[in-house]
C-alpha cells in the first residue's frame, strides 16, 4: 500500500509542477507536458513491478502506436477556441475526436496483424 501510495503522490507532484509552470509559461509547460514523462514513469514502475522486458516492450510499442490518434486535438483544439467556441464543448469535441481515432488506430492496425 505505501509502494502504491508513493507511485500515486510522485506522479500527483509532477501533474502539479507542470501545471505552475504552464500557468506561468505555456510554451515551457508545453514543452515539458510533450516530454514521455507518463510513459517513463508507467515504464519504471512497470520495471519495478515486473522486470520483465517483453512486457514494458509491448506497452511501449502500444504507446507508440496510442500517442498518434491524440495528435490532432493539439491542433483542433486552439482552432475551435480561437474561433470563439466555449471550452467545455471544445474539450468534448477533443475527447469524442480522440475517442474515434483511437478505434480508427485499432482497426488500420488490425488490418496489418498489429494487436495493441
Given at each position: 500500500?505505501l509502494?502504491?501510495t508513493?507511485?500515486a503522490?510522485?506522479s500527483?507532484?509532477?501533474?502539479?509542477?507542470v501545471?505552475?509552470?504552464?500557468?506561468?509559461?505555456?510554451t515551457?509547460g508545453?514543452?515539458?507536458?510533450?516530454l514521455?514523462?507518463?510513459?517513463i514513469?508507467?515504464?519504471l514502475?512497470?520495471?519495478?513491478?515486473?522486470?520483465d522486458?517483453?512486457?514494458?516492450?509491448a506497452?511501449a510499442?502500444?504507446?507508440?502506436?496510442?500517442?498518434?490518434?491524440?495528435?490532432?486535438?493539439?491542433?483542433?483544439?486552439?482552432?475551435?477556441?480561437r474561433?470563439?467556441?466555449g471550452?467545455w464543448?471544445?474539450?468534448?469535441v477533443?475527447c469524442?475526436?480522440?475517442?474515434?481515432?483511437y478505434l480508427?488506430?485499432?482497426w488500420a492496425l488490425?488490418?496489418?496483424g498489429?494487436?495493441l
Open positions: 500500500m509502494y502504491l508513493v507511485k503522490a510522485l500527483g507532484v509532477i501533474i502539479a509542477i501545471s505552475e509552470v504552464a500557468r506561468r509559461s505555456p515551457l508545453a514543452l515539458i507536458v510533450s514521455p514523462l507518463v510513459s514513469l508507467g515504464i514502475w512497470l520495471w519495478h513491478d515486473t522486470s522486458a517483453e512486457r514494458i516492450a506497452h510499442q502500444s504507446t507508440f502506436w496510442y500517442v498518434l490518434p491524440t495528435l490532432p486535438m493539439f491542433l483542433v483544439m486552439p482552432a475551435m477556441l474561433h470563439g467556441i471550452f464543448a471544445t474539450l468534448a477533443c469524442a475526436l480522440t475517442f474515434v481515432l480508427g488506430m485499432i488490425a488490418k496489418f498489429v494487436t
